[in-house]
T-cell receptor, first 111, second 114 residues
């Protein structure tokens, strides 16, 4: 059974720092991996989707990597800003239509 | 496109009442998903449809939950009778095609059952 783990559960860093959020999964046979952002009381916003054949994806200050063999993905945020404060969810897509979410990392950027 | 639309955004009801949550997917998307989010269990997939047909409802917690998709632009998730432990945020998402495509989420419906 696929399990998705995100550590730490919460992270607080000062503005301007680069940071890495971690996601691990137990079954390397995945279709895709997707990172989401969720603001308090809001829905999910897709940040990056990495297909199983890819190693990384970049969008602006965000870079997500995928290492299927080790069951890991990271989300790198460069030059963090207070507006980056949110919960970041990693989701593994083990088949064409299933999606399994991690419990998220609650990120707080201190001004 | 307006994105995935869910209604109501908030619902407060008493235990035992019927609750109906509604979703309008993005036009042209052929997959629709219903999720539930709680602090204890995180985000869970309840059921998904492909071309209006339910494909996998193994995540539906019990028979009190049912979902329908009468046409490509509308889906409902019904809880009858509702219980306090059903209190959660329910998300609807849609996607076009399989696998390599992104899911787009609605804003969610926050359900409180007292």
């Amino acid at each position: 059974k696929q399990e998705v783990t995100q550590i730490p559960a919460a992270l607080s860093v000062p503005e301007g720092e680069n940071l890495v959020l971690n996601c691990s999964f137990t079954d390397s046979a995945i279709y895709n991996l997707q990172w989401f952002r969720q603001d308090p009381g809001k829905g999910l916003t897709s940040l990056l989707l990495i297909q199983s054949s890819q190693r990384e994806q970049t969008s602006g200050r965000l870079n997500a990597s995928l290492d299927k063999s080790s069951g890991r993905s990271t989300l790198y945020i460069a030059a963090s800003q207070p507006g980056d404060s949110a919960t970041y969810l990693c989701a593994v897509i083990p088949s064409a239509s299933k999606i399994i979410f991690g419990s998220g990392t609650r990120l707080s950027i201190r001004p | 496109d307006a994105g995935v639309i869910q209604s109501p955004r908030h619902e407060v009801t008493e235990m035992g009442q019927e609750v109906t949550l509604r979703c309008k997917p993005i036009s042209g998307h052929d997959y629709l998903f219903w999720y539930r989010q709680t602090m204890m269990r995180g985000l869970e997939l309840l059921i998904y449809f492909n071309n209006n047909v339910p494909i996998d409802d193994s995540g539906m917690p019990e028979d009190r939950f049912s979902a329908k998709m009468p046409n490509a632009s509308f889906s409902t998730l019904k809880i009858q009778p509702s219980e306090p432990r059903d209190s959660a945020v329910y998300f609807c998402a849609s996607r076009h095609g399989t696998g390599g495509r992104e899911q787009y989420f609605g804003p969610g419906t926050r359900l409180t059952v007292t």
